[in-house]
């Protein structure tokens, strides 16, 4: 097949059951060009690529390559095709060589010893690109940067044109995104194409000849880079309508709940997360943190909640400080969470609703002594639950798993808002939920704030922001770039702040 | 035709209990299958087996011996599963508690009355299944080591120590140079009810083990905590159960249990301590598939024991009067387990056959 010159997705919808994941969607790339495809999660960018792959099939449109109308049923299709996929998590068998990895599912090696042919491959395409990397290290010895290396390397083997990278930069520090980008940049003035996924504004700006915003399934901007900058690409990226704010009633807040001073915080990977973070949440009020998430957002949650330890700085809660706490002791101190990825960590699916309605609550009076579970107690709790928070489910006696997930969050956000915590930290509560449970999530947390609560509300949604919160902290790659009060800030701002310029320069 | 498999939303008791026993009929089906294939009537094998052990009383009365020792150790393996804790090692735990216990006997029991000997015994042997089952726990939590590995090691190690002490510094001087320790002091010898080697202590003490180990798990704090571990150990994280002290008081009881039939079978019918083979005859194996036949309910165990037990005794029946090999039972129960867990997928999964063929959109 000859190379691929030009590569066209026209018209693509593809649904998931009622949810549109694509909709009309029109891409073009060609050859010698690195395409930006930007958007929050959930905007539908790893649908439309894995459609390109051919790991899904659209419902709708159809695929041109160098104008001739193709069929991707399958990755080794896309691969006949010339295109490449570099997952954000890396597809590497951890114990064998770089060498052993690369001729894993190589269509021309031979038989016996499939590696020695492609030793020579190997180091022409390190040379031509500036892939520096050892074939003979096991890839557990070598690091993010390097196994990214060996994913490029193993589709230019299998002589991909058009490569997709998923959030490549996600796992590298600063100095191997440089080291990347010096080889994509080499790569295009070779003829090669790429589509970057990404949603880091500043890495859009820096590589991308062309970009292209995605939000709720449809293409919202397109653009080469020369015509816009990092202010113009977050407001294509969030949207502009913002909706009014929920009616609340008009409370100054009260005493400091959570105050946070100089926190360090690194991720599993080693890398920092969280950098010199300072915060104060007060009684009846609700303070958002706004910003692109991969910004050290869900560490700086885990850190309160008890589930990962701090480097440096201070936690206190209602002026306890929560040293080497883990979830017990954060749950005792007046701290409730509904986690980010609800069904991972906020339920049991395969236990019974009731007795998910008590999770992390099932060592508090009346539902426990220190031996024993008390049933009858805790299914006249989970029935309050369901009735009071509207969760619709035909009993209490059923799985958790056979709920929505907007049943699902209803019931987290029951368990954890009827105690009367004194800190509510909720992490994307709406996320993936139909308008109906969205909003009544939405109305729980004002009342509890109404109640004289404090929340921390972690989304990436700016209408949710606007509409709930009484103060706004945007975060960028750890670190606060400014705080705001809803009615006295601009989308605009926000969206300057969110790529990472303070407040006085926006 | 297409088949396909797609996750089942909803599960009844009913169709539990169906898949049971479809899993066992099939397990009999395949078993008829080898019965066949060796030149035997698998109607007429399988029938002796039942009747071997359920036919007549002397059939029952080993019956019930066979299944102390398994629903003791199975109650124990079926709360440790529950927390998805896969302890293969009930086999050395009973040793180990067979090891205590001999001790205690030997040491002190010459000293003190049945009343004080006795729970004694029982007390030390409990302890040492603990501690051995403890160990695997340790290692799981602390260093990432997997307790399948962990704990089928600690078999050879238990093994070999028992082996160690009975030719060597535990040698009985009456036993005539056979590697036996002595014989435990009478008052350490469980009573029995007359004609049988049933004892109605260590009877009650399986009985009531599994009844408690049951409640555990259904209805107490710690069973709550073991579910959810088991279930989503993300989930366990965020709810703050202490994964360290929840898993090693957890294996504490799954071993101990082993450890109490080894001090059972010591006390009731071998009287003292021997190879270990001739002490198990591999009920910490057989007792994991007693578990998997409970549903993992440790009150099951006193059901699916006995049904095991029926199969040990049955099948030694059918040794002698058909002349089939000394490996005809392990063969059973590998099938019988086989089956079970493949029934297991029925359970999460439905089969949904559709006919015609199939047009790709």
Known sequence: MDRIQSLEMRGISKSFQDVKANREINL???????????????????????????????????????????????????????????HQHFMLVEKHTVLENIALGYAEAPFLFPQRSLRGRIRELSAQYGLDVDPDKPIWELSAGEQQRVEIIKALSRNADLLIMDEPTSVLTPQETDELFDILRKMTSGGHSV??????????????????????????????????????????????????????????????VLEITGLDVDSDRGLPAVRGLSLVVRRNEILGIAGVSGNGQQELVETITGLRQPLSGSVMMKGVPLDHADARKAHTLGITHVPEERIKYGIVPNLLLYENSVLKRHRDEPFSNWIQMNYAVIKDHAGKLVDGFNVDAPSINIRVKNLSGGNIQKLILGREISGGPDLLIAAHPTYGLDVGATEYVRKQIIELRDKGGAVLLVSEDLDELFMVCDRIAVMFEGRFMGQVTPDSCTIEEIGLMMAGSTLQEA | MQIDLLPRERSTATLNLLILFGSLLAGLLAISVVFALSG?????????????????????????????????????????????????????????????????GLNWGPHLPAIVLVPLMFLSAFIGGALWGMVPAVLKIRFGINEVISTLMLNYIAAEFVKFLVVGPWKGATKGGYPYTDDLPAAAILKQFPLSRISPVLLSVAVAGALILGWLVYRSRFGYEIRVIGENTHAARYSGINFFRTLVVLMAISGGMA???????????????????????????????????????????????????????????????????AATVDVFNGMILVFLIMGDFFISHRVRIRRGRTVDA
């Open chain 1, 28 to 86: 073009t790339v060609s050859s010698g060009e690195i395409l930006g495809l930007l958007g929050e999660n959930g905007a539908g960018k790893t649908t439309l690529v894995n459609i390109l792959y051919g790991l899904y099939h659209p419902d709708d449109g159809q695929i041109l390559i160098n104008g001739e109308p193709v069929r991707l049923r399958s990755p080794k299709d896309s691969m006949r095709a010339g295109i490449g996929m570099i």
């Open chain 1, 195 to 256: 589509i970057l996924i990404s949603h880091k504004l500043e890495e859009i700006m820096d590589i991308c000849n062309r970009v292209m915003v995605l939000r709720k399934g449809q293409v919202t901007g397109e653009a080469r880079i020369e015509e816009v900058d990092k202010g113009k690409l977050a407001v294509m990226m969030i949207g502009r309508q913002i909706a009014a704010a929920y009616p609340k009633t008009d409370i100054d807040p009260g005493d400091a």
């Open chain 2, 40 to 104: 035997v009537n698998p109607a007429l094998a399988i029938f002796s087996i039942f009747k071997g052990s359920f036919g007549s009383w002397y059939g029952i009365k080993e019956t019930v011996t066979k299944a102390i020792p398994l629903i003791l150790i199975g109650s124990g393996l079926a709360m440790a599963y529950k927390a998805k804790f896969w302890n293969i090692g009930a086999e050395s735990q009973l040793l180990v508690g067979a090891i205590f216990s001999t001790w205690v």
């Open chain 2, 259 to 325: 450890g109490l039939a080894g001090a059972g079978e010591l006390m009731s019918i071998h009287h003292y301590l021997s190879y270990p083979d001739s002490l198990s005859a591999g009920y910490g194996f057989t007792a994991i598939i007693v578990a998997w036949l409970a549903r993992l309910n440790p009150s099951f165990t006193i059901i699916s024991g006995l049904f095991f037990a029926g199969i040990i005794v049955g099948g030694d029946a059918i040794q002698i009067s058909m002349g089939m090999p």
